[in-house]
């Protein structure tokens, strides 16, 4: 399935000029280790990792499984892995994007399914292949897996083994993409398990976004209002408020590593956590300093 810029409206096109050099993605990730004891007690068991392409984002999160005795190298692999191989795809002119990004395409979970489903086989042949050149099973690399893509125009996203992914449009209120991924982990395939494939949930989200955050399954009973699972406001807008007003997050990220390391998240969360944060604005909407910082 390869969508080429043969399938633009004369709409479409006027779209993506207006857009292109007017609009930007900004981004963080961190994690934070947990207080419990692990078999690698100086290692944190998270991982994150995203890269933005002109109006494009990538990223992933993911979590070692604690019973895995190297699920830190399984975690950082594994989102290395997919974000280098979605990247590709975005860069490629044969690929499922062709640049500029084009609107109105993966509008069915059949497609992102036959997107994702690939790329998540050689994410896990990757494993097999570091478990191999090492002499041990590749469950010593349990982790569960979270990756997306979210252009101007939409979003696709995967998970195996749990993860939580929440999302704002333009307009909008905070939406759960994954509803069900509030299951605890415990209860799932991670990534390295001979199912895993056939647990890989995709999902589509055919609106433009304004802000998204992904976080592992640890974070999930306090990210969630209970019992009707929605987002819990007063979680997410202090994180979209400083992601916003940020002007390089990536150089000023205080704000973030305190809260994850907070005593008041530490109490309720006793695991390794981490949450990527990404919010897409206009030039326009931008401050000076943040205009002058974008390249």
């Known amino acids: 399935m390869i969508y080429r810029l043969s399938g633009l409206t004369g709409h479409d096109r006027t779209i993506i000029q207006e857009l292109q050099g007017t609009r930007s993605w900004k981004a963080l990730v961190r994690s ?94 990757g494993l097999q292949i570091q478990a191999g050149s090492n002499e041990y099973d590749v469950n010593h690399l349990a982790c569960t897996l979270m990756a997306f893509v979210a252009t101007p125009f939409w979003m696709a996203a995967l998970h195996i083994g749990g993860g939580l992914l929440v999302v704002r449009s333009v307009e909008g209120s905070y939406q759960v993409l994954f509803p069900d991924s509030e299951v605890q982990t415990i209860d799932r395939l991670p990534l390295t398990h001979p199912q895993a494939l056939s647990t890989l949930q995709v999902c589509v989200y055919p609106q433009p976004l304004s802000f998204l955050c992904a976080a592992t ?79």
């Open 32 to 125: 934070a280790k947990g207080t419990t004891t692990r078999q690698t007690p100086l290692h944190c068991y998270d991982a994150g990792q995203y890269r933005v392409f002109d109006a494009i984002i990538v990223g992933a999160i993911a979590s070692g499984l604690e019973t895995a005795p190297y699920g830190d190298l399984g975690s950082k692999l594994a989102v290395e892995m997919i974000v280098d191989e979605l990247l590709i795809q975005v860069r490629s002119e044969g690929g499922q994007w062709h640049k500029p990004v084009l609107p109105r395409v993966l509008k069915s979970e059949r497609a992102a399914t036959h997107l994702f489903t690939p790329l998540v086989k050689q994410v896990r042949e």
């Open 217 to 295: 399954p640890p974070l999930i009973p306090v990210a969630l209002q209970s019992p009707d699972r929605t987002p819990f406001s007063p979680f997410f807008q202090p994180l979209e408020d400083y992601i916003r007003d940020t002007p390089v997050p990536e150089e000023d990220a205080s704000y973030l590593v305190e809260f994850l390391n907070s005593e008041s998240l530490q109490s309720r969360v006793s695991t390794d956590r981490t949450i990527l944060l990404g919010c897409y604005q206009t030039l326009r909407e931008k401050r000076p300093e943040e205009n002058e910082a974008v390249h």
